[in-house]
């Protein structure tokens, strides 16, 4: 038992303990605001965050508190009470749990996440959030920015990034109307130039997972990617990205593996299944399977960002973000995923919450076959809805599907 767990020590990122010191100390923070001149505000987590950044406005995400209502076990029960309400358990999860605990109170964070003073959403990443923003705009009768990202069907059009660009100039005039203070514009590049720095040392982190042995698995990256998505364009998320890169080197260096006897590598497409990424990342482990690229983590390397005009810079990286662009657009990012890690299957969440992100996933399912001949597997269950998922289904199916990769290796 004890070398068991000495070994379970060993796989254990430094970052992960970092990574929770760090954000103990954002929603420290933020708690501590609550009630002061300092402002704060609610921004979904495809946002320009920047423009909060440089106006030395706190940003707190309800998304992110979602997937922490889930991981905690708490999702059910607040999502009742907004079910209770009337709100369809067909609506995103996030919403629901975080409706849920807006009106309770209840969550992992004493008291909840602290009141915001205005809310910004932006909708990249699905429509369901200027829905949701608008109801927790009445339960706090607090005003909402709403920020309108062009879909891509095939490429970023000029008209678009200049349609974005004017936006940013009226969320400017919205955050000045909020502080009643002149909007810095100098500090603004700085913090552009950070995030830009941030999104590079986040992709070249998550670049590692292709050398084989993987150091660490996309439950790792998980974990370690709420910097990237809460405090992007700080000088703390360089200093961390930085530390954690030097650390999966090392990692490499020693020979040390996320999953002994690496035998399958792996990519998920979708967002984690947040109360079981523990039991879902030992039985692929158990197996000898690696999680080792992901498309969820790589939605927040933003491109695009080094050019001397920062609202050009961030108007393309927003714009283009994974969930705003179409299923061929998506194929292409996903088979770049296959072909750099070195991907021997794919499993698909297909999440009962997100439509947005699972819709055509069966497509996306028969294409990677048909080009690839890569094997893929669809796994039905819910980011945080519990009542959703079954164990006994989801073992069943994720070890019939490494049987299936297993002779097609043995095939080969």
Not at 73 to 93: F, H
Not at 119 to 138: D, E, F, P
Not at 188 to 199: C, H, Q, T
Not at 370 to 380: A, D, F, H, P
Request: aromatic share 8%; net charge neutral; hydrophobic share 40%.
């Amino acid at each position: 038992m004890a070398t068991a767990d000495n070994e379970k020590d060993k796989r254990r990122l430094r970052a992960s303990k970092k990574m929770k010191e760090l954000m103990t100390l954002y929603y420290l923070g933020a708690k501590m605001a609550e009630g002061t001149d300092k402002k704060i505000a609610w921004i979904t987590s495809g946002g320009p965050v920047e423009f909060l950044i440089a106006a030395d406005i706190i940003p707190i995400y309800p998304e992110n508190h979602g997937a922490m209502l889930g991981a905690s076990k708490m999702s059910v029960e607040l999502c009742e009470v907004a079910e209770g309400l009337g709100y369809s358990r067909d609506i995103c999860s996030y919403a629901r749990g975080d409706i849920g605990s807006a009106l309770t109170k209840k969550s992992p964070i004493p008291g909840g996440l602290p009141k915001p003073d205005f809310l910004l959403a932006c909708n990249n990443i699905c429509g369901t959030v200027l829905k949701w923003y608008q109801v927790l705009s009445r339960i706090f009768q607090v005003p909402l920015f709403l920020l309108d990202t062009p879909f891509v069907h095939h490429k970023m059009t000029p008209e678009s990034l200049e349609y974005v660009k004017q936006q940013f100039e009226e969320l400017i005039e919205f955050i000045e109307l909020q502080t009643k203070k002149r909007f810095d514009r100098e500090r603004l590049k700085n913090v552009v130039r950070l995030s830009g720095e941030s999104a590079v040392l986040w992709k070249e982190v998550l670049d590692h997972c292709a050398h084989r042995p993987s150091p660490m698995s996309c439950f790792d990256a998980f974990i370690n990617m709420a910097p990237i998505v809460t405090l992007r364009g700080t000088p703390e998320v360089v200093n961390f990205y930085t530390d954690m890169k030097a650390e999966l080197r090392e990692r490499i260096a020693q020979g040390i593996s996320a999953v002994p006897n690496e035998k399958y590598r792996l990519l998920w497409d979708n967002i984690p299944i947040w109360y079981k990424m523990r039991e879902l990342g030992e039985l692929l482990s158990s197996h000898g399977a690696c999680l080792v690229a992901d498309t969820y983590t790589n939605a927040w390397v933003f491109e695009g960002m080094e050019t001397a005009d920062p609202l050009e810079g961030l108007a393309l990286a927003y714009t283009t973000a994974y969930l705003n662009i179409s299923i061929d657009l998506m194929i292409e990012r996903v088979m770049n995923l296959i072909k750099r890690f070195s991907i021997d299957g794919v499993i698909i969440h297909s999440n009962r919450s997100c439509k947005p992100y699972s819709l055509g996933q069966y497509d996306i399912q028969r294409l990677l076959y048909e080009k690839t001949g890569i094997r893929s597997l669809v796994l039905e269950a819910d980011m945080t809805d519990a009542r959703v998922y079954s164990d006994a289904q989801a073992q069943t199916r994720v070890e019939a599907f490494i049987e299936t990769l297993q002779n097609r290796m043995k095939a080969a």
